[in-house]
């Protein structure tokens, strides 16, 4: 089946330092893939559409300045944290669809946890 | 008004028990619906698919009712194993089928 793949699992930096999530599509092309956010006890909440060759699609109320969203193949996108505050720490996972595949469920990448200090 | 919108829970229930997860959605253009089990910090994994002529696989049963835009799951039978997070999960067919997660119901199954 579909796999999706995200690095790293896990990170912790400093305040003001920047982050980078990688997730990749491992046997499928993805024109489209998913940002999620999720805080403890909380929901999973998309924060942007990242689109191949394009621009990403933010939600309301996501800073597109301070997430980049860069999707540069069909495999792959990368989610850049920049100027990390605690209160960005929180799990941040990736999700795409193979859009050429006759399934239609969405897959996701294993999560990164990313804690500020 | 959320786009998905679930029991809040969380559902506590000895095990054996049959319990009942509840969903509507707010958009027409839906086009296809799941359910995803989301494990304490882990990724949500594909449970089941939700057709308009219901599936079940072994103890788990889905339901969707595009009439009255309702999808359910059904779990019986349940298992210590069962405890996790329930989420009902809609792809939206305009803009490239963006995924839209309801909040979960956290069940807890106990002995």
């Known amino acids: 089946g579909a796999v999706v793949s995200q690095h790293p699992s896990w990170v912790i930096c400093k305040s003001g330092t920047s982050v980078k999530i990688e997730c990749r599509s491992l046997?499928?092309?993805?024109?489209?893939m998913f940002w999620y956010r999720q805080f403890p006890k909380q929901s999973l909440m998309l924060m942007a559409t990242s689109n191949e060759g394009s621009k990403a699609t933010y939600e309301q109320g996501v800073e597109k300045d301070k997430f980049l969203i860069n999707h540069a193949s069909l495999t792959l996108s990368t989610l850049t944290v920049t100027s990390a505050h605690p209160e960005d720490s929180s799990f941040y996972i990736c999700?795409?669809?193979?859009?050429?595949?006759?399934?239609?469920?969405?897959?996701f990448g294993q999560g990164t946890r990313l804690t500020v200090v | 008004r959320k786009e998905v919108e679930q029991d809040p829970g969380p559902f506590n229930v000895p095990e054996g028990a049959t319990v009942a997860f509840n969903c509507t959605y707010s958009n027409s253009a839906s086009q296809s619906f799941f359910w995803y089990r989301q494990d304490c910090r882990k990724e949500p994994k594909l449970l089941m698919s939700?057709?308009?002529s219901g599936n079940e696989d072994g103890r788990f049963t889905a339901q969707l009712n595009r009439a009255s835009q309702y999808i359910s799951l059904l779990i019986r039978d349940s298992k210590l194993s069962d405890s996790a997070t329930y989420l009902c999960?809609?792809?939206?067919?305009?803009?490239?089928?963006?995924?839209?997660f309801g909040a979960g119901t956290r069940l807890f199954v106990k002995a």
């Open positions: 999700s795409a669809r193979d859009e050429k595949g006759a399934q239609t469920e969405a897959f």
């Open positions: 999960v809609v792809n939206l067919g305009t803009g490239g089928f963006k995924t839209i």
């Open positions: 939700v057709y308009s």
């Open positions: 046997d499928f092309q993805a024109t489209t």
